[in-house]
C-alpha cells in the first residue's frame, strides 16, 4: 500500500512543471544582466518578456533617432565675402543649413522592428517639415505634442496593441506611465521619467530599445521551448521502467538543468523576423 502511495505522489510530482517558474526566474535575470551590458538599465523584471510581444514603439526623435548635435548640412554663398572688420551693412553673404544627423545604425533598426510586425512611430513637437525629412530618412513618422503622445498610447491600447513608449521630460511621465513598457532616456532624461519608465535607455540610442525587443523575443522562445521540454519530459517519465525515486531524480535534474540551459539562450537575428 505504501508503494502505490509513494507512486501516486512521485507522478503528481513529475506532472506539475514546477521547473517552470525556476526557468522564468532565471531567464528574466539573465536577460536584466546582459540587458545592463547593452545599456539598457531594466527597472522592473517583467518588461523584458512584455517588450518580446510589443506591436508599436512611440519614439522620441531628438537625441533617440538623432544624434541631438548640431552640424553643418549645406551652405549657399551669395557673394564675395568681405573683410570681418569692415561693416557688412546688413548684406546676406551666405546661408548655412545645420541639420540633426541619424544615429548610425538607427535605420536599420527600425527595418529590424518593420520586419518583426512592431510598428515605428516617431512621436515629435518639431516643425512638420522637420519632422517629415526625418521620418523619411527613418522611413516613419508622425507629429504630435506630449497630450498628443498620451491620447495616441491610450487609443493604441484599446485596439489591443502592446506599446511601448520612449520620453525624457517630465511632461512624457503620463505617457511612460499609460504604456505597456515606458523607456527613458538616461543621459538627458529627467528624474520623473526615469521615475516612471520601465528600461532606462543609458545611452540613448534607438537601437538599443530594439536590442531589448530581441531579448523580450529570446525570452518568449526560450519559455515555450522550456514549456514543451517539460511537458515531453513528464510523459516519458511517466511511462517510463523507474522506481518512485528514480523518477524524482530524474526530474530534479531535467527541471533544473533543463531550466538553465534553455533559459540562458541568447537572442538571434533571426528572432525578429516573424
Not at 538599465?41 to 526623435?61: F, N, P, Q, Y
Request: proline share 3%.
Amino acid at each position: 500500500m505504501l508503494d502505490y502511495f509513494a507512486t501516486a505522489v512521485t507522478i503528481i510530482v513529475v506532472a506539475v512543471p514546477e521547473g517552470l517558474p525556476l526557468a522564468v526566474a532565471l531567464s528574466l535575470a539573465f536577460a536584466m544582466k546582459k540587458l545592463m551590458d547593452d545599456k539598457a538599465l531594466v527597472r522592473h523584471l517583467s518588461a523584458c518578456e512584455t517588450m518580446g510581444s510589443s506591436t508599436c514603439i512611440c519614439t522620441d526623435k531628438t537625441g533617440t533617432l538623432t544624434t541631438n548635435h548640431m552640424v553643418v548640412d549645406k551652405t549657399w554663398v551669395t557673394g564675395q565675402a568681405t573683410d570681418a572688420k569692415e561693416p557688412l551693412d546688413n548684406t546676406l553673404i551666405a546661408v548655412v543649413g545645420i541639420k540633426d544627423l541619424l544615429r548610425p545604425g538607427v535605420k536599420e533598426a527600425v527595418e529590424t522592428c518593420l520586419a518583426a510586425g512592431i510598428t515605428v512611430c516617431m512621436v515629435t513637437g518639431d516643425n512638420i517639415n522637420t519632422a517629415r525629412a526625418i521620418a523619411k530618412e527613418c522611413g516613419h513618422g508622425s507629429r504630435s505634442s506630449p497630450t498628443d503622445k498620451l491620447d495616441l498610447v491610450k487609443n493604441l491600447r484599446v485596439l489591443s496593441e502592446v506599446v511601448a513608449v520612449t520620453g525624457d521630460g517630465t511632461d512624457d511621465a503620463p505617457a511612460l506611465h499609460e504604456s505597456d513598457i515606458g523607456f527613458a532616456m538616461g543621459i538627458v532624461g529627467t528624474e520623473v521619467a526615469k521615475e516612471e519608465a520601465d528600461v532606462i535607455v543609458m545611452d540613448d540610442d534607438f537601437a538599443t530599445i530594439v536590442t531589448v525587443a530581441k531579448w523580450g523575443c529570446a525570452m518568449r522562445c526560450s519559455l515555450t521551448g522550456h514549456a514543451c521540454w517539460i511537458n515531453g519530459q513528464n510523459k516519458s517519465t511517466r511511462s517510463a521502467p523507474l522506481t518512485a525515486v528514480q523518477l524524482l531524480w530524474v526530474n530534479l535534474i531535467m527541471d533544473t538543468l533543463g531550466a538553465l540551459a534553455l533559459a540562458t539562450e541568447p537572442p538571434n537575428d533571426g528572432l525578429m523576423n516573424r
